[in-house]
């Protein structure tokens, strides 16, 4: 598909270079300074001839000036230009980036919203992002607690940005931090648009699974008066959206591969072959003990309402050669999730005490009564006996709020001399808790088979799934946890031109920089005292307030899953358990929570140089960036063996050096050849800097031990590109990169036991834990500790193309295209190594991703068409073999948008917005590396679900 869809676009791209001259567009939009967006437009020569020009709008202006800055930067940079004033083209600023080559979309699992981003094969928490300049760090959802350095770009409305530029080479100005890249947000400020401006959006939201429709409301205001200007916008958007379908929980397995341990494999189990009903239905047992059962058996329904405001504003003063403003940004996303699921609980299925009851701890084996192995995939379905089933909920609120206050100055002292300072703080602070309430039916009998449907498979019993009194095995846990997040910097940029020898021309800049961030991560368990107020209700109790009609409406749950269940609803767990009541101070878990704080004092000088070689210009730009990072680290640590959690302190320090040096070359007036090398830094995550030993999943007997001492991960670049801007408005490009990674942070195993690690009995879940709920000191345990070792090299290249189509005949004129393409090679953390010792080739990211956007733009109508694909990869919580010769691949997906938009009059527009039209099935599934039954993946399948189509109806003006 890749190569048939860059087959066809390069054709087309030749054709219309050679076609009728299109008509002439500005492309004199000067480049804007790399991190703080204040600087003035050249004034043009004197003698210069008067441009044609047509005024162009909408869209294709956008990326008209877009295209003008990446044209005239000397490294490799790409931006994304608000329409105008307000006017974004996307309804998310991360979704706008997935255009950009090179950039991967990581989605909100709950809202399927775009979240973070992946540059260049290297993880999310590579990317530095920037508010005018200054490192900012905000957190939402499920990465709530996971200490992750990064930025979620679901807290933001699109309509609060103007613009926002993407740096991909090294530069000496820039944030270090950044070994993928530098994205840079930039706020909008009053004199962008010298004028009264009011803009205004109206619309509704509606989710064909949740069947709901939301409002979705957008104000600017934009004046100027003299010297004085002011801005202020506000947005409110609401959305609620429904996700379905089958979940594995984590992944399959065999008797034979999980039978000795769960360190053997995702799971425990082994299928009870003595009891007198088990019947193999002709197969051997070595067949059966092989063939692969998943580690639950369960449908997944959930919805997620979300509500996000925000404000942006701006005084601005300027005037001569003085140019202050006060910027602030302010934003609030809450999120509400409802999630049930019904299953058969699979995992640490033994039986080592017949006289226990049926289907419960120690007589929870499964008994094979008539079974199939589909040889394809070695998928063992048929009916079973002693089958436990699971119905369980979990209601979670989250809230992230975020504030950012900058004072931003540019003080042209003299002609060619400007000094430019900034003063910033920022402030995030996210919160998250849940309540997970189950209830169990024990020694079924059950039927399950996939058919040709992993997304919604089978299962059949003759148990009644609605009544109350089949119910027992009642459990409950619940969790709070709270990340913060401040930045405070200081900026002072000084910015001279100069001359050279030989009609050469410089341009110097040095500057110093300050940056202060904390941040702190607190978590709570409340779930014993939760327990306790569970267990004196007693299961009659608990019976008694379950329902069988589900508390999520709307649900697609296919032919062959219960469409009623006994549940609970979101009024009783929270009325009974309040999270808030139960996860006070008093539940503070030490083990889990600490605070950083890393003081970085930086300075830089760079300068660049233009002039001409072989009568074709040259422009280079070379520096270096000096920083000294000074690490404070606040935890708790384990006084000796089973003894209290006392505060501890942790310090470190480290200095870096990083030369930049780019250049670009015009090789003919519409082609430029680029070229960058610079070295760069990434520090490594928090959670394995600051955090003690803990146990990530309590479903997993896997503990991880923070270690402060970590350095950050450098890495050598370099990048190379030829551009080919054939026409107005139009390029094809083709960019080489690759970086060399020294002192990568690494993970290394050590065998142990709970009993050595000093965790309480709760740090597992109860698959775990006796009735007493007691882990034995004796369960084998993996310890992951963190280094810093080896060297890796992650290469690739990116093609992009871009054109108007304004040579065709009417009504086809106003069409037109971009499309990029990323190769990477394989690229991950460690070695993927089967039981047999083999090497396989893995990738942490997807090898390639493309996208491809088509738009129309004529008169009052206006259409585009977007489809953003990745392929596949290795899934992040399983980067290596776990034991059962199963690699966990996150399938490849791809998303088509549409836009639909007319001016009513040349102030208001009417507009459609259609998102992942497709409906896309976003799934894992787990593939055999050694080869057999099938690569899984249509059939292995995990976490399989459908997020709906989301059609967006309304209105947009100015006054």
């Not at 990568?744 to 036991?753: F, R």
């Not at 992040?876 to 549409?898: H, S, T």
Request: aromatic share 10%; proline share 5%; charged share 20%.
């Amino acid at each position: 598909m890749n190569k048939k869809l860059l087959a066809t676009l390069l054709p087309v791209a030749l054709a219309a270079a050679y076609g009728n001259q299109a008509l002439a567009q500005d492309a004199s939009a000067p480049a804007a300074p790399t991190t703080v967006p204040t600087a003035e437009p050249a004034p043009p020569p004197a003698d210069a001839p008067a441009a044609t020009t047509v005024v162009v709008t909408g869209f294709r202006s956008s990326l008209q000036k877009a295209l003008n800055l990446k044209q005239q930067a000397i490294g490799v940079r790409d931006s994304i230009v608000a329409e105008d004033i307000g006017k974004f083209p996307e309804a998310n600023v991360a979704e706008s980036l997935q255009r950009v080559p090179g950039v991967i979309l990581n989605r909100d699992e709950s809202s399927a919203e775009g979240q973070r981003i992946s540059i260049r094969g290297l993880p999310t928490e590579y990317t530095v992002t920037t508010l005018n300049g200054a490192p900012v760090n905000t957190t939402s959802t499920s990465t709530i607690g996971s200490a992750a350095r990064g930025f979620n770009y679901d807290v933001f409305a699109s309509e609060l940005f103007g613009r926002v530029d993407f740096y991909k080479s090294p530069l000496a100005e820039l944030p270090e931090g950044g070994m993928g890249g530098v994205v840079d947000l930039q706020t909008p400020r009053p004199f962008d648009n010298p004028k009264r401006t009011v803009r205004y959006g109206v619309s509704a939201a509606y989710n064909t699974m949740s069947e709901k429709t939301d409002p979705n409301l957008f104000a600017l205001y934009s004046n100027t008066w003299g010297n004085w200007g002011f801005l202020a916008g506000a947005s409110h958007s609401k959305a609620v959206n429904n996700r379905s379908g089958f979940e594995a929980t984590g992944g399959y397995n065999s008797s034979r591969r999980g039978s000795a341990s769960p360190v053997l494999g995702n799971f425990a189990l082994q299928l009870d072959y003595d009891d007198p009903r088990a019947n193999l239905s002709g197969y051997t047992r070595d067949q059966v003990d092989n063939a692969l059962l998943p580690r639950i058996y369960r449908f997944y329904g959930s919805q997620n309402r979300r509500t996000r405001d925000g404000l942006v504003t701006s005084l601005q003063y300027k005037e001569g050669g003085l140019n202050i403003s006060l910027d602030g940004l302010a934003s609030q996303l809450k999120n509400s999730r409802d999630e049930l699921y019904y299953g058969i609980l699979i995992r640490n299925s033994k039986t080592t005490n017949r006289d226990a009851p049926a289907g419960q701890a120690g007589h929870n084996g499964l008994v094979p009564l008539d079974v199939h192995i589909d040889p394809a995939s070695n998928l063992l379905t048929g009916t079973f006996g002693n089958t436990s089933y699971s119905s369980g909920v979990t209601y979670g609120e989250d809230k992230t709020k975020f504030g950012y206050l900058a004072l931003n100055g540019r003080w042209e002292v003299k002609k060619g001399t400007v000094l430019t300072g900034q003063l910033s703080a920022n402030n995030s602070d996210a919160k998250s808790y849940q309540d997970t309430l189950s209830g169990q039916i024990f020694g079924v009998d059950s039927t399950i088979d996939y058919g040709s449907d992993h997304v919604y498979p089978s299962m059949s019993s003759n148990v009644d799934y609605t009544n109350p009194a089949n119910f027992t095995g009642f459990d409950i846990n619940t969790g709070w946890t709270r990340e913060t997040d401040k930045g405070r910097q200081a900026r002072l940029v000084l910015d001279q031109d100069y001359d050279l020898w030989g009609g050469w021309t410089g341009h110097f800049k040095g500057g110093l920089v300050y940056v202060d961030t904390t941040k702190t991560i607190e978590k709570r368990n409340g779930t014993t005292a939760m327990v306790a107020k569970l267990k004196s209700f007693g299961d009659a109790g608990l019976r008694s307030n379950m329902v069988s009609a589900l508390p999520i409406s709307n649900l697609d749950m296919g032919d062959g899953w219960p469409h009623q269940f006994g549940t609970f609803t979101r009024s009783y767990t929270y009325s009974t358990y309040d999270p808030l009541a139960y996860n006070t101070p008093a539940a503070f878990t030490p083990a889990q929570s600490f605070g950083a704080e890393e003081k970085v004092t930086t300075g830089f000088v760079q300068s660049d140089f233009k002039g001409e070689v072989l009568a074709r210009e040259l422009r280079i730009n070379a520096g270096v960036r000096w920083a000294q990072t000074k690490l404070g680290i606040d935890n708790y640590k384990k006084s000796g063996t089973g003894g209290a959690y006392l505060p501890n302190q942790e310090h470190g320090k480290y200095t870096n050096v990083l030369p930049a040096v780019s250049a670009a070359y015009d090789l003919t007036e519409d082609l430029i050849w680029r070229a960058s090398y610079g070295k760069t830094i990434s520090r490594a995550s928090l959670s394995i800097i600051a955090a003690q030993t803990v146990i990530p999943n309590p479903f997993d007997n896997t503990a991880t031990a923070g270690n402060p001492n970590l350095k950050p991960q450098q890495s050598k670049n370099l990048d190379t590109s030829l551009e080919w801007y054939f026409k107005p408005g139009s390029l094809l490009s083709a960019a080489y990169f690759k970086k060399e990674l020294t002192d990568a942070t690494v993970s290394s195993t050590t065998q142990t036991t709970f009993g050595a690690l000093g965790l309480p009995d709760t740090a597992l879940g109860a698959i775990f834990q006796d009735k007493n709920g007691h882990v034995d000191p004796n369960l084998p345990m993996t310890l992951r500790t963190y280094g810093n070792a080896g060297q890796q090299t992650l290469k690739g290249y990116e093609l992009a193309y871009q054109q108007d189509f304004n040579f065709l005949p009417d009504p086809f004129k106003g069409l037109g295209a971009l499309a990029s393409y990323t190769h990477i090679d394989p690229f991950n953390s460690q070695k993927w190594i089967t039981n047999a010792g083999k090497e396989i080739e893995v990738n942490s990211v997807p090898k390639y991703a493309y996208s491809f956007t088509t738009y129309y733009e004529r008169g009052p109508l206006a259409m585009r068409l977007s489809y953003n694909y990745k392929g596949r990869s290795l899934h992040g919580d399983n980067p290596k073999n776990n034991g059962d010769d199963l690699i966990r691949w996150r399938a490849a997906r791809g998303y088509l948008d549409g836009t639909i938009s007319y001016k009513l009059t040349e102030n208001l527009e009417l507009r459609l917005d259609a998102l992942n039209l497709t409906n896309t099935l976003s799934y894992d599934y787990f593939e055999d590396a050694t080869g057999q039954y099938g690569d899984g993946h249509r059939t292995r399948m995990d976490y399989a679900k459908y997020d709906g189509r989301t059609i967006k109806f309304g209105l947009r003006g100015k006054l």
